[in-house]
């Protein structure tokens, strides 16, 4: 983070808990980066319509939203661009001269996670999950033209979203049934304190697989240590964080995000 001046543009995540958060760290590293005259904090959010009000009134220029507002923000914003509204969910404000729109750049951080290390049109990926992060990764992935399966513990919620999204739905045991050249976990299943669980049996992989888990903590959860040692490639949750992360900054500075300095902070922050 710079000096903070009068010219100095806030930013911030509401959620709650948000003290957690890796958003501060990687933002404001990323504004110190560029240059840029902004700093980002954690804004621990019960209300979300004061809330709104707060960043309409105090001219906050950009907000990321999590748990448990991503859903329940919609109404309280003035444009809601056509991703975020097709998911149903916002995962960022952009305060455009008093007037508040949101995206959802869960998709696209997914989606660019992926495609950084392999293709996906005409891929079948197959996402074990049916929360707000399998929806917003469902729909990025049928977007960049792959196949899409759901595989969740809950039939019926897992049937809602397949059937929301046009996918096929098969329970969390039967994976096998499912033709996967790309598995992604987006349930939290694995995520600490509890890193000795894994969403699905490790028999059920095959080193065919390419494994994402999109847990970050910690780096290496059980079930892409299990992928590893069968021989299948592995993508961790962090490239995910990062580029909804960098598609934020970038509609909120106009700046191109300088994504290899968030990948090391958040890497950094997470190892120590
Ligand atoms: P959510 O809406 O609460 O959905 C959680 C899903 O996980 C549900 O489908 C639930 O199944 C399933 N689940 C929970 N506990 C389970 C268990 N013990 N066994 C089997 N399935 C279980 O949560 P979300 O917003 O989608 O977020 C999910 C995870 O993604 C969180 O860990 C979050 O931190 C992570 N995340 C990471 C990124 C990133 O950038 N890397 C971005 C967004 C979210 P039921 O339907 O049966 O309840």
Same mark, same amino acid.
């Given at each position: ?9 806030? /930013? ?16 404001? #590293? ?20 004061? =809330?709104?009000?707060?960043? !309409? =009134?105090?001219?906050? !220029? ?22 975020? !509204?097709?998911?149903? =969910? ?6 455009? $001269? ?8 869960? *998709?696209?951080?997914?989606?660019? *996670? ?12 197959? &996402? ?17 033209? =792959? ?5 969740? !513990?809950?039939?019926? $919620?897992?049937? #809602?979203?397949? *059937?929301?999204?046009? *996918?096929?739905? /098969? ?43 999109? &847990? /970050? ?11 590893? #040692? ?32 968030? #990948?090391?902070?958040? /890497?950094?922050?997470? $190892?120590?």
């Amino acid at each position: 983070m710079g000096i903070i001046t009068g010219n100095t543009a806030v /930013y911030g995540v509401i959620g709650n808990p948000v003290a957690h958060s890796l958003g501060p760290l990687m933002h404001n #590293k990323a504004f110190a980066g560029l240059g840029h005259p902004g700093v980002y904090v954690a804004f621990e959010t019960r209300d979300i319509g004061q =809330a709104m009000d707060g960043i !309409r =009134a105090l001219n906050i !220029r950009g907000i990321s939203v999590t748990i448990p507002h991503k859903e329940t923000i919609v109404p309280h914003l003035d444009q809601v661009d056509d991703t975020a !509204r097709q998911i149903g =969910a916002v995962n960022t404000v952009v305060n455009d $001269k008093g007037k508040l729109i949101g995206y959802n750049t869960d *998709a696209y951080g997914a989606v660019k *996670a992926l495609t950084e290390k392999t293709g996906v049109k005409d891929k079948d990926v197959v &996402i074990i999950g049916a929360g707000g992060a399998a929806r917003a990764i469902g729909y990025g992935m049928l977007k960049a033209g =792959a196949r899409v399966y759901i595989l969740n !513990r809950s039939e019926g $919620k897992g049937q #809602k979203l397949a *059937a929301f999204l046009g *996918a096929s739905f /098969y329970p969390l045991t039967e994976l096998s049934r499912a033709p996967c050249d790309i598995l992604i976990n987006t349930t939290p299943v694995g995520m600490a304190p509890n890193v000795d669980e894994m969403p699905i049996e490790p028999e059920q992989l095959t080193d065919r697989m390419l494994v994402m888990d999109i &847990i /970050y903590n910690p780096i290496s959860t059980r079930l892409l240590a299990s992928a590893e #040692k069968i021989g299948a490639n592995v993508i961790d949750g962090v490239p995910m964080f990062v580029y909804q992360g960098a598609r934020q900054f970038e509609l909120w500075t106009g700046l191109d995000a300088p994504v290899d300095l968030m #990948k090391k902070v958040v /890497y950094k922050a997470l $190892k120590e």
